[in-house]
């Protein structure tokens, strides 16, 4: 157990502005990580070892991207006791992002919605990061990389970003996820369509493929979807995803929908809704593509949860892990153990 309840900074943290909080809180897990003040949110890691995509989890629960973009806080975000961990999304060049503000809380429905637009340091900063952690690879935990396009690059050549990023994280992955589904990068979702995920999946995997012939090693690729997607858009993803030989699928990113939060401060804002109000949009999307893609392919369960129940909930969909982002700024590092142990009894 975390040797300071998280109760006791939420407040302070919650009186700050968004954005400011993130930074403040990565800024200082950062600093901390790997020193003996790591056990103000240390955790024991459950033990419910699983394999998926070939790979030995610890345990079913993972840090999803977005949180920890630079891969600065590997090793303390992985002490809270993750099984797995997943940082990005990076681009080939580093960017500002867009606009502040751009982080808003909707605490009535325990939500968050960002247009931080992959705001990041450029790939070779990233991985000098990632190369600097160890402790938490060194007890088990695996390590996701999440590469996207920069904001700059037109739509039509993005296979040219995504292709540079698998190149550059390759080495230092245990797997890698193609992020397709951001709301914040203009035109970004059009590559979840058939043919331009064709166009996408296709060379990714050639080159996938032939890094592992040259390195030896294994390295599963995954490709992040939305939720905003209806019934046909899902069976079409699924279609490309096997075709190409792609390893997984996560579901979901975040939503451009508002019905759930509409009339709250801050529900207007552009950008991706994340939290409580994404979790059944979520669960229908691994539904469906439990569906399409038959027992046994790999999906990573992401959105929504708050609880060790809704971790389970993903399960029941068809999932086979889960990740949480915006459950962690609201319960705290807590949540993590707590859905570890509601995954294993199930």
């Not at 991985?127 to 088990?140: D, L, M, P, T």
């Not at 069976?235 to 509409?262: C, P």
Request: proline share 6%; glycine share 12%.
């Amino acid at each position: 157990m975390a040797l300071i309840p998280y109760g006791f900074a939420r407040p302070f943290l919650f009186g700050l502005d968004p954005e400011h909080a993130h930074e403040l809180t990565l800024g200082s897990i950062a600093r901390l990580q790997n020193t003996p003040a790591q056990c103000a949110w240390a955790q024991t890691r459950v033990s419910d070892p699983v394999t998926v995509a070939g790979l030995k989890f610890p345990n079913r629960i993972g840090l999803a991207a977005g949180l920890d973009k630079n891969g600065r806080c590997i090793d303390g975000l992985g002490a809270m006791g993750f099984g797995f961990i997943e940082v990005g999304t990076v681009t080939p060049k580093a960017q500002p992002g867009n606009d502040k503000p751009r982080m808003f809380r909707l605490p009535a429905r325990q939500a968050l919605i960002n247009r931080l637009g992959f705001n990041n340091e450029g790939l070779d900063a990233f991985i000098a990061n990632v190369k600097r952690s160890h402790s938490f690879r060194h007890h088990g935990g695996l390590l996701g990389l999440n590469i996207g396009k920069n904001a700059v690059t037109p739509i039509e050549r993005a296979v040219d970003d995504y292709l540079i990023g698998l190149e550059g994280v390759f080495p230092h992955a245990d797997y890698i996820t193609v992020n397709i589904s951001s709301p914040n990068t203009k035109n970004l979702r059009q590559l979840q369509s058939d043919e331009a995920l064709d166009a996408l999946l296709g060379p990714l995997q050639a080159r996938r493929l032939a890094l592992q012939d040259e390195s030896g090693r294994q390295v599963p690729l995954f490709v992040k979807i939305a939720p905003d997607l209806d019934e046909d858009q899902v069976a079409v993803i699924a279609a490309s995803l096997k075709r190409h030989g792609i390893d997984g699928a996560i579901a979901t990113n975040t939503t451009i929908a508002r019905d759930a939060v509409q009339g709250l401060p801050h529900a207007g804002e552009t950008g991706g809704l994340s939290g409580a109000p994404v979790f059944e949009a979520s669960n229908r999307v691994i539904r469906l593509l439990r569906a399409a893609l038959g027992s046994g392919y790999p999906i990573i369960g992401v959105g929504g949860v708050l609880s060790g129940e809704d971790a389970r909930a993903k399960l029941q969909a068809g999932a086979d892990l889960v990740q949480l982002y915006t459950g962690l700024i609201y319960k705290g590092p807590a949540l993590v153990p707590e859905c570890a142990r509601a995954m294993a009894r199930l």
